[in-house]
């Protein structure tokens, strides 16, 4: 027996009234007779042998076992929609081939790359799958008491039967983090704005846990596109590319958070400081993920006259290490840390970008440029981007009793330093088993930073460095005759 | 720059230098300029263009506003690591006076000024020697 022949086998039985949604077909060969059978599912059968169960639900199944997720929240928009009319559109995006499918009720849901939409109709009317209406559609949501009921037909059928879907609620807002009650007071993250600029690999992964972790409100803010460079520890992937790096960020928060308010300014912030400042007055946290010290410093300036936390994080080069400063209102700012030194050069990971605002001289030959790219793993700037998402939670959640209420008293230092390997600036440092109470890699430590009472962010009392002294002890070096 | 940086900066000039030697313009506005006179040991005068738009928490570009010429006649225009020079604009030469890593806001712009009057001395040891300023740079600071 051929494949063709099998194929109209398994349709004249389902042509019998085979029901897929409630049993099962195996088909068994008979070596003594050389004929093909078939037998309930898990019938052993007495002589000749199951050879095959064309699909997960049997054979002659239409198909195999069909899943099918719906929101909660359409769903009641849907039963109110019925309200007035007798079916409502569904549109039904094909997630796995044959075997997940996505109700919406809203057309404006965004596909995702690969989705096939299908059509489908919601009603309470339950001889709508019995009649010969709605030929073309595929889908069809019922509404009944017990709740609802999702019945499918991958094909169109001549005997144009309908089988049953499991189908998945997926819960509204209130309930979609109720696994991290307890832990993170979820009610409060959701009210609560957060303001990410720039999407790189830090950002990118920080907005996301964030998401995660059920903050309610984004504010994104990068002018750069996806690029081939970014891949290896972006969480943007291939068909991403060239995308701005705003709505590839956006798209991954609502897939973790489909009810996240999401804004997005694809702006170089260097270049539009009103906008920075009105974004940081309206975010109750600042993340600072850029890969320069001239935004940094405007966010610092930012942060500092709007009286708003920020959370700054880098990697060094190669991200051997990196690290991590929170500015807390009143507390030493940005500036004050770069002007005590305790920070080590930062990596630079793309040379477009570090020509852009000065990191490689522009007198730096291209080649040289290329050879100053030197990046790390993704896995070694995560622990940054961990840090940082864990100061932002106990910020978020300051003065609220809950599971990580116990960070607040650990996360006191302004700055804390982290490395990856004994490298270079942590050469000297003994091996992670040795060290006792020494310093060694993949360990956090505090510093803590001291309020420069003559920063020119954040004192109020500025006083410049004229540097006079320096300048001429480097003068009278120089003997201009030679 | 904020109207506080301004007068800090203010305060710096008029206790190091004559008032003629500095003019600011364009404050309060996204064009801030400053422009300053500089004279060498020589007595050459030269005057410094410093654009201000994103200082201080950018490096200011500041300008020679003429196109200066190296030894052998060579227009100052491009980039130079030997020179200490960035891409010219307006037709000026650009000097490069602080770099990336080292540059923080609590750099005053009299510190620039003086960072800048330095590489007009080294520019005109050039021209009188022909070694390039990084020599002087690298092996005598």
């Not at chain 1, 507390?331 to 040379?351: F, K, M, T």
């Not at chain 1, 990580?404 to 390997?421: G, K």
């Not at chain 2, 604009?89 to 990336?100: L, M, P, Q």
Request: charged letters at 25%.
């Amino acid at each position: 027996m051929n494949e063709n022949q099998l194929n109209n086998l398994a349709e004249n039985i389902r042509e019998e009234g085979y029901n897929p949604a409630t049993s099962g077909t195996d088909l068994v060969y008979d070596p003594a007779s050389g004929e093909f059978r078939t037998v309930p599912r898990g019938y052993s059968p007495s002589n000749g042998e199951t050879v095959t169960k064309f699909t997960e639900g049997g054979f002659a199944s239409e198909s195999g076992h069909v899943m099918v997720y719906l929101r909660e929240d359409e769903l009641k928009s849907a039963e109110e929609a019925l309200g007035s009319a007798e079916e409502v559109p569904a549109y039904v995006e094909e997630i796995d081939s044959d075997e997940v499918f996505h109700i919406h009720f809203q057309p404006e849901i965004k596909k995702l790359p690969g989705e096939l939409r299908l059509p489908g109709f919601c009603t309470r009317d339950r001889n709508a799958i019995n009649g010969l209406s709605h030929s073309s559609l595929r889908f069809c949501v019922l509404l009944t008491e017990d709740g609802p009921e999702v019945w499918y037909r991958l094909r169109p059928l001549k005997s144009r039967q309908w089988a049953q879907a499991e189908a998945f609620i997926v819960p509204s807002e209130e309930n979609l983090f109720s696994r991290s009650k307890g832990i993170l007071e979820v009610d409060i993250l959701r009210d609560k704005r957060v303001l990410v600029i720039g999407l790189g690999s830090f950002g990118s992964q920080i907005s996301i846990e964030l998401a995660k972790a059920g903050v309610g409100h984004f504010a994104l803010m990068d002018f750069d596109r996806v690029e081939l460079h970014n891949l290896s520890r972006h969480t943007a992937t291939i068909h991403d590319l060239g995308r701005l790096k705003t709505n590839v960020i956006e798209e991954a928060i609502l897939g973790k958070n489909p009810y996240a308010k999401v804004e997005k300014f694809p702006v170089n912030i260097n270049e539009d400081l009103p906008l920075l400042y009105e974004e940081v007055e309206k975010a109750d946290l600042v993340i600072c993920a850029t890969d320069n010290n001239t935004s940094r410093f405007n966010i610092s300036g930012a942060l500092v006259e709007k009286g708003k936390v920020g959370i700054f994080g880098r990697a060094i080069t190669r991200a051997e290490g990196g690290d991590v400063f929170r500015y807390r209102p009143g507390g030493p700012c940005y500036c004050c840390v770069v002007g005590a030194g305790n920070l080590q050069e930062e990596e630079i990971s793309d040379v477009a970008s570090a020509r852009r605002d000065g990191r490689i001289a522009a007198y730096v030959s291209a080649e040289d440029a290329e050879a100053m790219v030197q990046v790390g793993l993704s896995s070694d700037i995560e622990p940054i981007c961990n840090l940082m998402v864990k100061l932002a939670l106990v910020e978020l959640s300051r003065g609220k009793e809950s599971g990580i209420s116990s960070l607040e008293e650990e996360l006191t230092y302004d700055c804390y330093l982290w490395a990856n390997r004994r490298d270079r600036h942590y050469a000297n440092w003994k091996p992670f088993p040795a060290a006792g109470q020494l310093p060694s890699i993949l360990r956090w430590y505090g510093v803590k930073v001291n309020k420069d009472e003559h920063c020119p962010i954040c004192s109020g009392n500025i006083v410049l460095d004229d540097g006079e002294e320096e300048i001429n002890a480097m003068a009278s070096n120089i003997d201009l005759n030679q | 720059m904020d109207n506080a940086r301004y007068q800090a900066e203010l305060g710096v000039l008029r206790r190091k230098l004559p008032n003629s030697w500095y003019c600011f313009e364009g404050i309060g506005t996204s064009t801030p300029t400053l422009k300053m006179a500089a004279r060498t040991n020589s007595g050459n005068l030269y005057t410094l263009h410093f654009d201000l738009s994103q200082f201080p928490m950018s490096i200011p570009k500041v300008f020679v506003t003429r196109m200066l010429k190296t030894k052998s006649g060579l227009e100052m225009r491009g980039c130079s690591a030997s020179m200490h020079t960035l891409d010219s604009e307006h037709g000026w030469t650009r000097i490069c006076h602080y770099g990336y890593s080292s540059w923080t806001p609590n750099v005053s712009l009299y510190k620039v000024f003086i960072k800048c009057r330095l590489w007009l001395e080294m520019y005109e040891a050039h021209l009188r020697t022909g070694k390039e300023i990084q020599y002087y740079l690298n092996h005598q600071a």
